[in-house]
């Protein structure tokens, strides 16, 4: 096999902060600071990080995905939320840091209840955002400390041997996967800056400068993302402020003449340009040194979302078709994993990081892969009760008989993002495993099958696919779905399926997961993933209003020995039947031999008892 897209050695650890806290600390004294924050985002408030932004994982050893840590002359703390509360006790000395909850309280809380009147904690602030800032400054003033804007990232000082930043070859995205030119999306964005009164929007999200100016790069791992900022105006002229060594020729020749090129050091001075105009920027994705840069040049701050992310988010019909093929693609990858999984994997001596292998292995055998979409979830019995587990070397564990195994992966093609969830059974499944199964299972069906009015969030979905477990006295602590990209982000905003309030309404040519499970601690994980799009209104017979629902996108049967066809309704059944059939058309021609016998026995019909 060729080399993998994904490396399980253990990362990080107690050695990272023991070796690494002292040179952090010298530099605090040289800075004349008592403290400094560090927390996981980078410049660009990515979720997947470069090397050279990993300062969380160098300062402590902890490479989650979210968190954030305080290292004080005298004493430290990390913070993570509850999917990372095992795994920090393993990378995290604990007589270094205290381990702390960053949900709750979180980092303004241990300031306002730890810090010492007149101490000074640095920041800086190309990584937090404003609201971070107004929080923590006002944590530091109740306990009589103050906060401390710096010019360097202290990390950056200590760290010696970082890593370069990136400079991956930024390229075209083609019309013919994008469905829009980008002369017209800067035009369009360009018009709802001006009807909002404003004289130009900065734009910091690297996903939504990707997709506004058909670009992709390769600087972030898993996301295709051109690491840059840029700034719109109402004309929908542009200045795009990038590392020009990553601009191809071609890359070049598509920007075209209404698009300034400017290095990336001077987009401090491109900001402080706009002196007495009015302009728009997201505080949830713009950094405090941004509204910084605009203040000192005296511009007018207007504070709203970013013009692209709805746009973005609403595929067009070339999008929606381009992620019809690329689930197709991905399904027939799935379907030799699955029935891999059902044959070799049911000896008991396969583990959690040659089942990953064996899926990416059979993902690349599509030339057209570019990436994994996310490090895989690949979780056997116990492990698959963490949401969000990720094996390494050292926790790795055998898909045992008897067991549950939960895997979660996703690909990144030209034409479309996946991102599916499937559990399968090692051995003969409990009654209890096709219990809780089929109640998750009748949770996703009723999502899959909603219909909603224009204007409902994905907060007011949420419960319907939590019904059948809430009757049972049953739930999970996630969201139910996220937004996903077009050859972009895995998770994209801003719709989202969850309990917590979204102001943001599904739209047609929203992708969104739908992904209910249930979690029994010390024994197994249950989760079905497909990914949907909203479909546009349309007429129900006898009904007053047209309504909006979703087609489903994923291509990769559901594992019928976990399912428990009593529990199910006729019409539940119906879908089951009709989603499997739609699965063998689609993918059956793309896989052959035992793969397709094993195909159109998993897609059978159920039989209720």
């Not at 290292?71 to 703390?77: G, T």
């Not at 002369?183 to 939504?208: H, L, M, N």
């Not at 044959?343 to 990436?371: F, M, Y």
Request: hydrophobic share 40%; glycine share 10%.
């Amino acid at each position: 096999m060729t080399q993998p897209i994904q490396n399980f050695d253990v990362k990080g650890g107690p050695a990272e902060g023991r070796a690494h806290l002292p040179a952090l600390r010298e530099a605090l004294a040289d800075a004349g600071l008592d403290g400094f924050l560090i927390p996981h985002e980078d410049e660009y408030n990515n979720e997947y990080l470069p090397p050279n932004a990993e300062r969380l994982a160098w300062a402590t050893g902890f490479t989650g995905s979210a968190g954030a840590a305080i290292v004080m002359k005298d004493r430290a703390a990390v913070f993570v939320d509850g999917r990372y509360t095992e795994q920090v006790k393993a990378q995290v000395d604990p007589e270094l840091f205290e381990i702390a909850d960053l949900v709750g309280e979180g980092v303004a809380g241990w300031i306002r209840a730890n810090a010492r009147e007149g101490e000074r904690i640095g920041y800086d602030p190309r990584v937090h955002s404003p609201d971070a800032v107004e929080r923590l400054e006002n944590a530091a003033d109740a306990a009589g400390a103050v906060l401390v804007p710096v010019g360097r990232n202290l990390v950056d000082v200590a760290w010696t041997d970082r890593p370069p930043a990136p400079a991956a070859p930024v390229a075209p995205h083609p019309i013919e996967l994008a469905g829009e030119d980008h002369a017209a999306k800067r035009a369009r964005i360009g018009e709802s800056v001006k009807e909002d009164g404003a004289d130009a929007a900065v734009i910091t999200d690297p996903a939504s400068i990707a997709w506004l100016f058909n670009l992709r790069g390769g600087d972030v791992s898993c996301t295709p993302l051109p690491l840059s900022s840029a700034i719109l105006e109402p004309d929908g002229r542009a200045t795009l402020f990038i590392n020009e060594a990553k601009l191809t020729d071609e890359a070049r020749a598509h920007l075209g003449n209404e698009i300034a090129i400017r290095p990336e050091t001077e987009f401090a001075d491109g900001l402080k340009s706009w002196s007495g105009k009015t302009v728009r920027v997201d505080g949830s994705t713009a950094s405090q040194w941004v509204f910084d840069r605009l203040s000192e040049g005296g511009a007018t701050i207007r504070r709203k979302p970013d013009p692209v992310a709805v746009p973005k988010a609403c595929k067009n019909e070339t999008e929606i078709e381009g992620a019809r093929q690329a689930h197709v693609r991905d399904g027939a990858a799935l379907v030799r994993f699955l029935h891999w999984l059902d044959t070799e994997a049911q000896s008991g001596n396969v583990d959690e990081i040659e089942a990953a292998l064996k899926l990416e292995q059979l993902r690349r055998a599509a030339p057209e892969l570019r990436d994994i979409s996310f490090e895989t979830i690949s979780a056997a019995g116990p492990d698959g009760a963490f949401p969000h587990y990720r094996v390494n070397t050292d926790t790795v564990r055998k898909l045992a008989r008897g067991s549950l195994y939960l895997v979660d992966s996703g690909g990144q093609y030209p034409d479309g993002t996946t991102d599916v969830t499937r559990t399968v059974p090692i051995g003969e499944p409990t009654a209890e495993m096709r219990r809780h199964f089929t109640l998750v299972l009748k949770g996703h069906i009723a999502l899959a099958v909603i219909r909603f009015p224009e204007g409902v969030t994905g907060a007011q979905l949420d419960a319907i696919a939590r019904q059948p477990l809430w009757n049972a006295g049953l739930d999970y602590d996630h969201g139910t779905g996220h937004g996903v990209g077009s050859y972009l982000g895995v998770h994209e905003g801003p719709q989202r399926i969850a309990k917590t309030p979204n102001a943001t309404a599904l739209q047609p040519g929203m992708i969104v997961s739908n992904e209910p499970g249930y979690y029994r601690v010390g024994a197994y994980g249950i989760r079905i993933e497909n990914l949907q799009v909203v479909t546009p209104p349309a007429a129900i017979e006898d009904g007053d209003r047209d309504m909006l629902g979703f087609e489903t996108l994923t291509m990769a049967p559901l594992h019928r020995a976990l399912v428990d066809p009593s529990l199910l309704t006729d019409h539940e059944v119906a879908w089951v039947d009709a989603y499997h059939e739609m699965v063998r058309e689609r993918v059956g021609p793309r896989v052959d031999g035992e793969a397709a016998d094993w195909l159109d026995a998993a897609c059978a019909p159920l039989k209720k008892g």
